[in-house]
């Protein structure tokens, strides 16, 4: 038996469709960039910060990179409530993202930091640079455009990631998919749909975080 496909029940509700891409996209903006925020303090924390910081740092991020996305989704949303902080839908998939994505920051931004050669972070010493002006200037611009590669593509993931917090109810594309899904009952158009939507977005990413990198690492180091 065969079955035509039918676009047509799926296109009508582009509004549902628009608006869920909308929240997708600030979803992964907004942990992408308290994400790295994140990552550069662990990181910096981590490599430089006495030994009290680094292993409670190190224990977050192996925590983080052993438990799954999911789980600390729920986490943040069920949980937090019984300890006073109470989050929105939205909120908490910001808060929980954003801690996934500082974990795996954090790593990959001190691969880079360990990179740097010694004897550049000694002569910036012997130069009488301040330990903030060696830290941002010496260790952290050549580290972040060693790793940066690295960095957008688990900025690209973060992105992908952002289809889970639907089980949370925040209203992001997938979530919007799957109300579609109730409504029209074309499963298979919805997601082909869909799909597409995330295929254009993610190279949109891509080419946008590559510009970003020329940008921001057009000098020499």
């Known amino acids: 038996m065969q079955t035509a496909l039918q676009f047509g029940p799926v296109l009508a509700h582009l509004d549902l469709l628009q608006r869920g891409l909308e929240k997708t996209i600030e979803l992964a903006t907004l942990s992408i960039l308290f994400g790295a925020a994140f990552g550069i303090l662990g990181a910096v ?18 925590l983080i ?7 600390q989704l729920y986490f943040v949303f069920f949980s937090l409530p019984l300890l006073g902080f109470k989050l929105s839908s939205n ?3 910001v808060v929980a993202l954003s801690i996934h994505l ?12 360990e990179a740097v050669p010694e004897g ?5 010493k012997s130069l009488g640079l301040s330990r903030y002006r060696i830290i941002r200037h010496v260790v952290l611009v050549p580290a972040a455009r060693a790793v940066y590669p690295s960095l957008s593509a688990q900025f690209i993931l973060q992105i992908m990631g952002t289809s889970i917090v639907g089980a949370i109810a925040a209203e992001e594309l997938t ?6 899904v109730m409504q029209t009952f074309r499963s298979f158009e919805v997601y082909i749909v869909i799909a597409v939507v995330y295929f254009v977005l993610v190279q949109a990413a891509s080419l946008l975080f590559a ?10 180091a």
Not at 49 to 60: D, K, V
Not at 120 to 124: F, G, L, S
Request: hydrophobic residues 50%.
């Open 45 to 62: 924390g981590r490599s430089f910060g006495p030994r009290f910081l680094s292993w409670p740092i190190g224990a977050y991020v192996e």
């Open 65 to 71: 990179r052993n438990t799954p996305l999911l789980i």
């Open 91 to 93: 909120a908490a998939a």
């Open 102 to 113: 500082g974990a795996y920051a954090t790593e990959i931004l001190r691969a880079g930091i």
């Open 120 to 124: 550049q972070i000694e002569a910036a």
């Open 175 to 180: 979530a919007v998919a799957n109300n579609l």
């Open 211 to 220: 510009g970003i990198g020329k940008l921001m690492f057009r000098w020499k």
